[in-house]
């Protein structure tokens, strides 16, 4: 029996990375859920052989049409879509939850579901206990404890999957990767509100990586229901990774450690939310502590198909 997988933001960074492995993936036919139909990338998914269903994570009943009929669904929100646009960090996260309810409530209606994936991040404020908070992690956490106590059927059927540091943050996002300094005879300058001993999860390949765990998690759901995993390929200090950076393109990168005023100077309420995550991982590096955890390797996930940080930046070294 064919199956079908729902892929909320199937055009994006995360659910692009999920179809791309499950087109490839034997008994799977997939359905991609955006806002835009229409959209270049839709279409490109569309003459690939995915059905295209346009559904608004703000319109539940759009969601729940979208839904109908899937046995499985990988479900994902953008806080910083907001926080780009204007709203402030609390603000940005209010939405996030409330459109990731709207996600769980359409699923928990959906009477063919099998298997639903969430796409979190750990508490912040929780797992310090109260010494740090920051919007956009926190507030995907709330959303977890929620389905667990207003939709408990539906948690049952959930994989909590958290997403690390992306990668690709040093080639694309202007506030984290390294910027050339004019009259420096070829020095490269990452300016970090950290330490470059903190350390991170680092998700490797986004086009790749994201679909390997939910084939996985898909493929193992005995294991993996009710139960939380990374999307993460290693653990890497903020200084390494600019080392890794340096030894891939051949540039002399420099860190430059400065203070959160002055990253928030700088980069604004964005700085702002980007600091209070390092203060996060300055305190809690291990992910995995705090909840029901089922590793990469439990779940069958093998390195030789799951690119890590260098491998991922030097397939991106052109862009750099």
């Given amino acids: 029996m064919t199956k079908t997988i729902a892929i909320v933001g199937g055009t994006g960074a995360q659910g692009g990375g999920v179809a791309n492995v499950m087109f490839k993936t ?6 991609i ?4 139909a229409d959209s270049d990338k839709a279409k490109e998914l ?3 052989g995915a059905e295209v269903v346009s559904a608004n994570a703000d319109d539940e009943e759009s969601l729940v049409k979208a839904f109908e ?6 479900a994902v929100t953008n806080f910083w879509e907001h926080l780009f646009t204007g709203k402030s960090q609390d603000e940005s996260g209010v939405i996030e939850v409330e459109q990731a309810l ?4 359409a699923a928990a209606k959906t009477s063919t579901l099998e298997h639903y994936i969430w796409s979190t991040l750990p508490s912040a404020k929780k797992t310090t206990n109260g010494k740090v908070t920051c919007a956009h992690i926190d507030y995907k956490a709330e959303v977890d404890d929620k389905i667990r106590s207003e939709m408990p059927e539906l948690a049952k059927k959930t994989t909590f999957l958290y997403f690390g540091y992306y990668a690709t943050n040093m080639v694309y996002l202007p506030l984290l990767k390294p910027m050339e300094v004019p009259g420096s005879y070829g020095k490269w300058v990452q300016i970090v509100s950290t330490a470059p001993t903190t350390a991170i999860p680092v ?16 493929a193992n759901p005995d294991k993996s229901k009710g139960k939380y995993t990374t999307v993460a390929t290693e653990t890497v200090t903020l200084g390494d990774m600019l080392n890794i950076w340096s030894e891939v393109t051949g540039r002399q990168g420099i860190y430059i450690q400065c203070s959160r005023k002055d990253y928030e100077n700088l980069w604004g309420v964005a700085g702002d939310e980007i600091t209070d995550q390092w203060d996060w991982a300055q305190i809690v590096s291990d992910w995995t502590a705090h909840v029901d955890y089922v590793s990469k390797e439990e779940l069958g996930i093998k390195p030789e198909e799951t690119p890590g940080l260098k491998a991922t930046l030097e397939s991106l070294k052109s862009l750099m």
């Fill in 33 to 36: 859920i955006t806002r835009n």
């Fill in 69 to 74: 009929g899937a046995h499985a669904i990988f």
């Fill in 46 to 48: 569309a003459s690939k």
């Fill in 203 to 218: 998700t490797g390949d986004m086009t790749v990586n994201p679909g390997i765990w939910v084939r996985q998690i898909l």
């Fill in 102 to 105: 709207k996600l769980a409530r």
């Fill in 26 to 31: 034997p008994g799977w036919k997939l359905r």
